[in-house]
Nanobody
Framework: VQLQASGGGLVQAGGSLRLSCAAS????????MGWFRQAPGKEREFVAG????????YYADSVKGRCTISRDNAKNTVYLQMNSLKPEDTAVYYC???????????????????WGQGTLVTVSS
């Protein structure tokens, strides 16, 4: 599975961005997907996840109510809509997929083996 993240950029606090992650090389519709982020000097952390059928979504407390994860299985793409952005949201954002299909979303990096290259989100105050 190959993942290509895009959509990052520079935005002012309070603004919005939509990240996209295009998948190829696997049966996308059978994989749960996750978004993670890593700020300078910090560990990579879970942001949001969605199961393979989009019937369940999960969010870190830090983004709950401000972010929405979604997927379009026909386009092999997962999205992360981020609103009301804060300077502390500044990080490189990664999409990720687990090793096996039909797994539940797990908010830990070790549960994912396929990673996109990351897209930088910078929120200015």
């Amino acid at each position: 599975v190959q993942l290509q993240a895009s959509g990052g950029g520079l935005v002012q606090a309070g603004g919005s961005l939509r990240l996209s992650c295009a998948a190829s090389g696997g049966t996308f519709s059978t994989y749960s997907m996750g978004w993670f982020r890593q700020a300078p000097g910090k560990e990579r952390e879970f942001v949001a996840g969605i199961n393979w059928s989009a019937s369940a979504t999960y969010y870190a407390d830090s983004v709950k109510g401000r972010c929405t994860i979604s997927r379009d299985n026909a386009k092999n793409t997962v999205y992360l809509q981020m609103n009301s952005l804060k300077p502390e949201d500044t990080a490189v954002y990664y999409c990720a997929a687990p090793n096996n299909p039909y797994t539940v979303v797990v908010p830990t990096t070790r549960s994912y083996i396929y990673w996109g290259q990351g897209t930088l989100v910078t929120v200015s105050s």
